[in-house]
């Protein structure tokens, strides 16, 4: 396996290849690995924390409706 900064170098050498016209996608896709970094990190960090107190979002919306089924008769208020 390579070293880390072999495969920079390696990364730099090819980037040099590209045209000018290339490099913002280059810049884009480099922030968007970043960007799935910090977000990989955060919902780690948020499963380590609070495993245990982790709830469910549906949970709060159980017994909101108290006026039977929503769906009640909806086919018929669809199709007809």
Known sequence: ???????KQ???NLIEQLPEN???EVLQFVN????????SFSLNLDDKTSKDSQVDP????I??????SLA???DQ???E
């Open 63 to 68: 017994g909101a409706v108290t006026h039977g």
């Open 72 to 74: 009640q008769n909806i």
């Open 32 to 39: 968007f690995l970043i960007y799935c970094q910090n977000q």
């Open 22 to 24: 290339k490099m913002p």
């Open 77 to 79: 208020e669809i199709y």
């Open 58 to 61: 549906l949970a709060e919306f």
């Open 1 to 7: 396996m390579s070293s880390i900064p072999s495969v």
């Open 10 to 12: 390696e990364i730099l």
